[in-house]
């Protein structure tokens, strides 16, 4: 059953092992992954309040376009906005992987990397295996082009 492979997030265990130290008055240097105690995105909020009359809409499926158009101005220049989705990462990373992968399909990951590649894996019932960063050396295979 899929509901049976439902994990918490792991960054959350992170997060919580680095505050307990850091209550403990060990020295954290904080990347904050998770939930940032406090944290207020200020334009976010001002752009709320500014707008909080105003008729709201669902978003595009695709994301925002003056998002998607910004993002493709300063990363791929060369691209169009047509070729950019706005979306949350932990489905996008999901789908992107169940879209290439079967279960019991092998999948290497690299080890430190994002936690919810192998996250999302394990709900796929693939079987994900480490490797150290500090073996980039092996040569990889470039990816094969997009079918259009």
């Not at 020295?27 to 707008?51: C, Q, S, W």
């Not at 996008?92 to 169940?98: E, H, M, V």
């Not at 960063?133 to 990816?143: E, F, G, N, R, T």
Request: include cysteine.
């Amino acid at each position: 059953m899929w509901r049976d492979r439902i994990e918490s997030q792991p960054m959350f265990a992170v997060l919580r092992m680095a505050n307990e130290r850091a209550d403990q008055g060990n020295y954290v240097a904080r990347m904050e992954i998770g939930d940032t105690p406090g944290f207020k995105n200020i334009h976010v909020h001002n752009l709320i309040a500014k707008h909080a009359h105003s008729n709201f809409r669902y978003s595009p499926s695709q994301g925002e376009q003056v998002l998607r158009e910004s993002v493709t101005l300063s990363q791929w220049p060369d691209k169009s906005p047509e070729n950019i989705v706005i979306g949350p990462a932990n489905f996008l990373i999901t789908a992107a992987l169940a879209s290439c992968t079967g279960e019991n399909d092998s999948i290497l990951l690299p080890d430190p990397g994002f936690p919810t590649y192998r996250l999302a894996a394990n709900f796929l019932g693939s079987m994900p295996s480490s490797f150290m960063k500090s073996q980039l050396h092996i040569k990889s295979v470039p990816p094969p082009e997009p079918i259009t």
